[in-house]
């Protein structure tokens, strides 16, 4: 028996989870306020702050954060059982169960990021760029009519181009699914030809 895989949701699956463990050592993106001033590390699986060289974490965005991971590491596994198995009667179950979940995780985040930015403008009144760098102007606490310049930069590091490959593989995986798709086959029963009846011989 020859074994079918699908291979776009195996390696969607193996990259979701290869994403998870390096996610734990490198943010998605990264803001950075003058030199070693205020560093925010920001992932939906980590996320962390450091104010002068000071890490600190948060507990209400840790426990998100610990969901979150263990969100993608069940859409991992499930895609990757899926795609061992693509065209069992429950196959079809679990590819619905997990390729959106990454791409919903993906376009939450980058609009949660991208309000934030914009709140902290408002809120803080100083410019935070949402890619890129900026000169920000800040007013120094406790001294009347002094201000400073710093430097703020932000950029999406390579963890995110990975998190935007496996989602964009789990969805790809569901297109391919098509190729597994089961065609139920209608069991139609044989016509059987009965015999002519035998004609009465008519006399002349």
Request: hydrophobic share 60%; with cysteine.
């Amino acid at each position: 028996m020859r074994l079918r895989f699908n291979w776009l949701g195996l390696a969607g699956g193996i990259a979701t989870i290869v994403m998870v463990a390096v996610t734990l050592f490198y943010p998605w993106w990264q803001l950075r306020v003058g030199e070693g001033l205020l560093t925010a590390n920001v992932s939906p699986l980590n996320t962390n702050f450091s104010v002068l060289g000071t890490a600190f974490a948060v507990p209400l965005v840790w426990a998100i954060n610990l969901t979150s991971m263990l969100t993608f590491l069940m859409v991992g596994v499930v895609m990757i059982v899926y795609s061992v198995f693509p065209a069992k009667s429950y196959s079809k179950q679990l590819l619905d169960f997990a390729y959106r979940k990454p791409l919903y995780m993906l376009v939450m985040f980058v609009i949660v990021l991208f309000v934030f930015t914009l709140v902290a403008q408002v809120v803080v009144r100083f410019d935070v760029p949402f890619v890129g760098s900026v000169n920000s102007v800040l007013r120094v606490p406790f001294v009347q009519n002094t201000t400073a310049s710093v430097v703020i930069s932000a950029e999406f590091l390579w963890p995110f181009w990975l998190a935007v490959a496996a989602a964009v593989l789990c969805v790809a995986a569901r297109v391919y699914h098509r190729r597994f798709a089961v065609v139920p086959r209608l069991d139609v029963a044989p016509v059987v030809s009965q015999p002519a009846a035998p004609q009465a011989e008519t006399g002349v």
